[in-house]
């Protein structure tokens, strides 16, 4: 039969050629309070009950920890309110490094926290999420922020004095509520329709009332409409904690929250749907 099929030229992007090279495999990233850098393959993370001493990393007081992949791409935020971008796969395995090695910061700049997102990942329709130590929450489109790299960092929000960045979450548009915990154990559930889109250098609006004088932001998450799901709770001196979605009602950005668990020391709080399995780490 006569070819119904048309043959074109097919034209590799940088990038798709970069990923293929990759090979995938998921890891664990980690962040020291002095700013060392490594990554931990996940397949060393054996599931264990809990209550267990758990598995010992090489590190320093543990700072941000994330779970991602080696085809996925990392962006490194900065006490000067910059992004920079790396590949998960261009942090060392095994061996930790500063971050001021893999990315180009001034002498007085540092590390804050990190967040990773998938390899060409529409940036129209995914935002990410800043969240401050006094409760300020700030929206951006990812595609703001698409020209960020190793040396030439992008501006990615103001703070204002007195404040730093404990979170920063991408999400899609999917989204539906946002739940911010503090270190008190007070927990606010709100629209995430209440945060409008703003741009690269704004920043940001109140998210939750903190007495700052008191207390302070230590985790946010982002989630679907579904009650089902859990919100799970960690303190400090090694304590966990599930709770219903369904136990918080939606309040108006800037309140201030419930009580979520009587104690003065969350460490982090992450959504689950009760069965799934957590990575906790301590120093």
């Known amino acids: 039969d006569k070819r119904i099929t048309q043959l074109t ?3 590799e992007t940088k990038e ?5 090279s990759i090979i995938p495999e998921d890891v664990v990233i980690q962040v020291t309070e002095d700013g060392m850098i490594s990554r931990i393959p996940s397949k060393k993370f054996k599931p264990q009950r809990r209550n267990g001493k758990g598995v010992k990393t090489k590190g320093d007081i543990i700072h941000t920890v994330i779970a991602t992949n080696t085809q996925d791409i990392l962006k490194v935020f900065t006490s000067f309110g910059k992004v920079y971008r790396i590949g998960a796969n261009e942090v060392p395995e095994d ?3 500063s971050v001021a090695s893999l990315i180009q910061m001034e002498n007085s700049e540092k590390f804050m926290t990190l967040a990773s997102t998938l390899r060409g990942i529409d940036g129209e329709k995914t935002s990410v999420w800043f969240f401050t130590r006094n409760g ?6 990812l595609k703001e922020y698409e020209g960020a790299k190793r040396k030439n960092g992008l501006a990615a929000l103001n703070l204002r004095e007195g404040d730093q960045l404990v979170a ?3 999400l899609s548009d999917s989204i539906i509520d946002i739940f911010i ?3 008190n154990g007070m927990m606010i559930r709100c629209a995430a329709s209440d945060f409008a889109l703003s741009s690269r250098s704004s920043i940001g609006v109140k998210g939750i009332n903190v007495d700052t004088s008191q207390d302070y932001v230590v985790s946010a998450n982002g989630v679907t409409d579904n009650d089902k799901l859990m919100i799970s709770i960690f303190t400090e ?11 918080f009602l939606r309040q108006n950005r800037g309140g201030k929250g419930l009580k979520c668990i009587p104690s003065s020391e969350i460490a982090s709080a992450v959504i689950t749907d009760g069965t799934g399995r957590f990575l906790v780490m301590r120093s």
């Open 9 to 11: 030229n097919f034209t």
């Open 16 to 20: 798709e050629a970069e990923v293929a």
């Open 95 to 97: 061996k930790a490094v």
């Open 136 to 141: 300020v929450v700030k929206r951006t489109l």
């Open 168 to 170: 920063v979450k991408i």
């Open 181 to 183: 915990t503090t270190h």
């Open 237 to 247: 001196n090694g304590y966990g904690k599930h709770l219903k979605l369904s136990d």
